[in-house]
């Protein structure tokens, strides 16, 4: 596997550690959901890692991927994360060939 592949990829145990984070519930609607939402897309290089992961429900992740109203999904997002992790930033949330974040 490619070490960005990796390094992109949710394991369980980051879905788990998510899930239970957000109480199981998406973060935007208050559904069920699932650990699965990248802040930083993956193919922006965002990390499989807590701090860049949400709890979303299918319709909730749909919009925030690819809705008209993404900026507001994800301006909610980074707030919320922002309360979960002082000193989050999103530069750390990023592939880097040398290295990355948290």
Known sequence: ????T???????????AVEERDEHCCIFCGRIGRGE????????????????IITVCRECHHQMD?????????????NY????????NKEALVYKK???GY
């Open 66 to 78: 690819d809705g008209l109203a993404r900026e507001l999904y994800l301006i909610k997002a980074e």
């Open 6 to 16: 990796k390094a992109t990829s949710i394991t369980p145990a980051v879905r788990r």
């Open 81 to 88: 994360l922002k309360k979960c992790y002082p000193g989050w």
């Open 37 to 52: 939402g990248h802040f930083i897309k993956r193919s922006q290089g965002g990390l499989g890692i807590e701090q860049n």
């Open 98 to 100: 040398e290295g990355y």
């Open 1 to 4: 596997m490619h070490k960005r």
